[in-house]
């Protein structure tokens, strides 16, 4: 049976909630996380570490032969430092090179924010409050790096 559009409006947003429901981005907080930073000039002056290297996006025929409840393991690495993170459960654990004391700043994507203090070998850990985008702001003596952003789910 064909709908007039023209004549029903109910119909006309039902199958208009319907098409925007399909077309929705299955990472859309990811995207609009990056779409906000792309806007944002706060960090400017910051520099930026890439990710190199995530567990998650490892071949199938890699990730066939592990647990999926097994550690999810990220790596950042800007000029300036290298940062090493494993996501066990609800926590984060890192390490940052080269070794010393640095802030380390955790940013979800609503801007909430986490913040901890890495040891004198580079080492911290932090509890997840909520899954979703986040990054990292890692401080030392003025000279602040940012992570880009990375999807994570606690206990998952």
């Known amino acids: 049976m064909d709908i007039d559009f023209s004549r029903d409006d109910d119909a006309l947003l039902a199958a208009l909630r319907e098409a925007l429901e399909c077309a929705r981005h299955p990472q859309d907080g990811l995207v609009v996380a990056n779409a906000q930073d792309a806007f944002s000039f706060s960090t400017i002056d910051d520099e930026l570490a890439t990710l190199v290297y995530d567990s998650l996006l490892e071949s199938d025929l890699v990730s066939a032969t592990r647990d999926p409840a097994e550690t999810r393991t990220v ?8 940062m090493e993170v494993e996501i066990v459960g609800d926590t984060i654990f890192g390490q940052i090179a080269p070794v010393g004391e640095r802030s380390v700043t955790v940013e979800a994507s609503d801007g909430t924010t986490i913040e901890s203090m890495t040891d004198e070998l580079g080492c911290f850990s932090i509890a997840l409050a909520a899954d979703g985008p986040l990054r990292f702001r890692i401080t030392k003596q003025g000279s602040t790096t940012v992570t880009e952003w990375t999807y994570v789910t606690p206990g998952g």
């Open 75 to 82: 790596v950042f690495e800007s000029d300036a430092l290298s």
